[in-house]
């Protein structure tokens, strides 16, 4: 019985120092990161797809996962998957990030970012997240960026008014 209540223990333990590491943004400033990490303009999208994505995906928090039918998980701030972008030890991967899944559930997402950076360069692009399809595609996005002191570049797919 001692050896139940020591592995119990471990259990606990690690969800607590996991959820203590995880963080849920705030938009602005989430905003603030991504565009620190060069992805306003990065493959012609700009912060408010990053921004739209994200909330969709994961409402900012590092620390959440979705599981799918297929058996695969999604993971973090941009919910990755275990099929493809990372390697959870239960679903068989491509691991094309070369990184383990619960590395993107802490609140240093630069790792998050180098991720979501391949997924964008991959065929799907942006496409790759279906919430990005459906709720960010094609809108105007500068509603995510308002009030947040980001100086966004011009976007080159439309005239200067």
Same mark, same amino acid.
């Given at each position: 019985?001692?050896?139940?209540?020591?592995?119990?223990?471990?259990?606990?333990? $690690?969800?607590?120092?996991?959820?203590?590491?995880?963080?849920?943004?705030? @938009?602005?400033?989430?905003?603030?990161?991504?565009?620190?990490?060069?992805?306003?303009?990065?493959?012609?999208?700009?912060?408010?797809?990053?921004?739209?994505?994200?909330?969709?995906?994961?409402?900012?928090?590092?620390?959440?996962?979705?599981?799918?039918?297929?058996?695969?998980?999604?993971?973090?701030?941009?919910?990755?998957?275990?099929?493809?972008?990372?390697?959870?030890?239960? $679903?068989? $991967?491509?691991?094309?990030?070369?990184?383990?899944?619960?590395?993107?559930?802490?609140?240093?997402?630069?790792?998050?970012?180098?991720?979501?950076?391949?997924?964008?360069?991959?065929?799907?692009?942006? @496409?790759?997240?279906?919430?990005?399809?459906?709720?960010?595609?094609?809108?105007?996005?500068?509603?995510?960026?308002?009030?947040?002191?980001?100086?966004?570049?011009?976007?080159?797919?439309?005239?200067?008014?």
């Amino acid at each position: 019985i001692m050896l139940a209540w020591g592995t119990v223990l471990v259990i606990w333990a $690690t969800l607590i120092v996991a959820s203590v590491d995880a963080k849920i943004y705030e @938009r602005c400033e989430l905003a603030k990161k991504l565009e620190k990490a060069g992805l306003d303009g990065y493959r012609g999208y700009e912060i408010g797809d990053w921004l739209c994505m994200a909330h969709y995906e994961s409402g900012f928090d590092t620390s959440f996962v979705d599981h799918n039918p297929d058996g695969s998980s999604e993971y973090g701030i941009f919910q990755l998957n275990s099929a493809w972008w990372c390697d959870n030890g239960v $679903t068989p $991967t491509q691991n094309l990030c070369h990184m383990d899944c619960h590395d993107l559930l802490n609140r240093h997402i630069l790792d998050d970012i180098v991720c979501a950076k391949r997924v964008v360069n991959a065929p799907g692009s942006m @496409r790759a997240w279906d919430s990005w399809t459906r709720h960010c595609s094609g809108h105007d996005l500068s509603e995510w960026l308002k009030g947040c002191e980001i100086y966004v570049k011009a976007d080159p797919r439309k005239p200067e008014s």
